[in-house]
């Protein structure tokens, strides 16, 4: 088969999949969704102990959502030949991105340097759990022990409750995402000088720039965040309320929101009331305030809530259930759920990239590869014929 396609916007970029489990994969995600010709390149069966962590599943929805529109080459990269074709590949790619630990990279010889000295254009992204030199370089890094050393877990939950992962993979996505934004802005620098860089990105760093606003106001403020359960830190009322039938959140942080909810609710008594004159002391005095209108919204429910205070500007909305995500109009109306058929008529439904391009936008043309479903034809675009294919398989090389 020709590469695969999904959109114009990155179809001249061939990029050198070497990652695994999800920062990884997650970052290449992008590209191959806006058309890069991403090659995964994966260990043949039986040659990483943990395969199955990243590899065995090839059906399940969470393989297929971080690997569609990818090929797949098989490559053993511990034998001198299966090097040997990974460096002929990066002669003709301009992007690699891996996540080994720091030391594997030269090891193997695959440094960005050694990289450089075969195509000067390339660009390594490399995602690390703590970097690429330190004292914790050579530690692994998964997204939990990163939501814990980056202050995640410090402030998820309810108030003396003790430390609460997040639901999600937070770290991992985030490092991601942030692997492609690194990549992407050293492909357009590269336009002006000709040549490439390493990227590189942790999940620690990652983890403690998504704490945002709760780690500026300890660095610039000296305040220590803590858990504040489903009431925002520094805003209020901005939380969880109970209605007659469920729960709801409410978001009606600042005085316009704040006074077009007390005019919502004809409560003029609360624009009066002193303890709620302004934002700071509606977060000193939260307790009564929300007992008060947790009184007031247990007297209908929620669709009565959510549409009467967003027609008054409020912002305000329900909890849902994953099945009850996928049912709502809005998810619907922005396709957010995109089904692609596989060449033996499966059918999965996958997430669509939450960033849309007008003229060109993301696409998924295919679902995930077999495992080493283009290895042939990847080595015949290396320039092996048949017989030396054959003889690759027979040496264990792919």
């Known amino acids: 088969m020709s590469k695969i396609t999904a959109s114009p916007a990155l179809s001249r970029l061939r990029v050198l999949d070497l990652s695994r489990v999800r920062a990884g994969p997650t970052c290449v995600r ?47 990269l511990k034998k001198p030949e299966g090097l040997a074709v990974l460096r002929s590949l990066v002669a003709t790619a301009d992007v690699v991105v891996e996540n080994w630990r720091p030391d594997v990279k030269a090891r193997l010889g695959l440094a960005y340097e050694d990289l450089r000295a075969i195509n000067p254009r390339i660009i390594l992204a490399s995602i690390s759990g703590f970097g690429q030199d330190g004292p914790y370089a050579g530690r692994p890094g998964f997204d939990q022990i990163i939501q814990g050393m980056g202050g995640l877990m410090s402030v998820t939950g309810h108030p003396g409750g003790g430390p609460l992962r997040a639901g999600l993979a937070v770290a991992d996505c985030g490092t991601g995402i942030y692997a492609a934004v690194g990549i992407l802005l050293a492909l357009l620098e590269r336009e002006r000088s000709g040549e490439g860089q390493w990227v590189h990105s942790s999940l620690l760093h990652t983890q403690i720039a998504l704490m945002d606003f709760q780690a500026a106001r300890y660095l610039n403020e000296g305040d220590t965040p803590a858990q504040a359960g489903n009431d925002h830190p ?154 030396g294919i054959a003889r690759l398989r027979a040496e264990g090389v792919v």
């Open 234 to 387: 520094t805003s209020s009322p901005m939380g969880l309320f109970e209605a007659s039938d469920g729960a709801f959140n409410l978001g009606a942080s600042g005085e316009g929101n704040w006074k077009r909810l007390c005019d919502c609710l004809d409560a003029p008594q609360w624009l009066q009331d002193p303890r709620y004159a302004t934002e700071k002391l509606r977060v000193a005095n939260r307790a009564p305030l929300n007992e008060a209108l947790a009184r007031r919204f247990r007297e209908a429910s929620v669709a009565h809530w959510v549409e009467l205070l967003n027609r008054a500007g409020v912002p305000a909305g329900p909890v849902y259930t994953i099945p009850q995500v996928f049912e709502d109009e809005q998810v619907r109306h922005l396709g957010v759920a995109q089904s692609v058929t596989g060449d033996a008529g499966q059918a999965y439904r996958l997430i669509s990239q939450p960033v849309t391009l007008t003229r060109t936008p993301a696409a998924i043309a295919r679902p995930a590869p077999g495992w080493g479903e283009h290895t042939d034809e990847m080595l015949a675009e290396a320039g092996y014929d048949a017989a």
């Open 30 to 76: 992008i590209l191959a969704d806006f058309g890069a010709d991403v090659i995964r390149i994966e260990p043949p069966a039986g040659v990483d102990p943990n395969e199955a962590m990243f590899a065995a599943d090839r059906h399940g929805g969470d393989f297929q959502n971080l690997n569609r529109n990818k090929r797949s080459l098989t490559l053993n």
